[in-house]
Nanobody
Framework: QVQLVESGGDLVQAGGSLRLSCAAS????????MGWYRQAPGKQRELVAR???????NYGDSVKGRFTISRDNAKNTVYLQMNSLKPEDTALYYC?????????WGQGTQVTVSS
């Protein structure tokens, strides 16, 4: 089992920045992927950014150039630096880990961007 604990969500004005953190604990294999997904009311959950333990990254098209994912493998922690935030970035952001063939999810942290 893996537990994911997110932090960093907040209310911010458009154009501002936030940094999300997600710490994983439990039975974690050294080769895995961690990332962030988000879900706005009435919309499907979508990929924000994902990073493997080897350092490969994927970003959702709407956040490329504004968001940066990073991770500390020694701490099993993944970060999401969000810059130039827009009202359409408002959503519940979920941390995800793909580990030993299973997907694990955090409880979510709310990001609200006011115009």
């Amino acid at each position: 089992q893996v537990q994911l604990v997110e932090s960093g969500g907040d209310l911010v004005q458009a154009g501002g920045s936030l940094r999300l953190s997600c710490a994983a604990s439990g039975s974690i294999f050294s080769i895995n992927a961690m990332g962030w997904y988000r879900q706005a009311p009435g919309k499907q959950r979508e990929l924000v950014a994902r990073m493997t333990s080897a350092g490969s990254t994927n970003y959702g098209d709407s956040v490329k150039g504004r968001f940066t994912i990073s991770r500390d493998n020694a701490k099993n922690t993944v970060y999401l630096q969000m810059n130039s935030l827009k009202p359409e970035d408002t959503a519940l952001y979920y941390c995800n880990m793909f580990n030993r063939g299973y997907n694990y999810w955090g409880q979510g942290t709310q990001v609200t961007v006011s115009s």
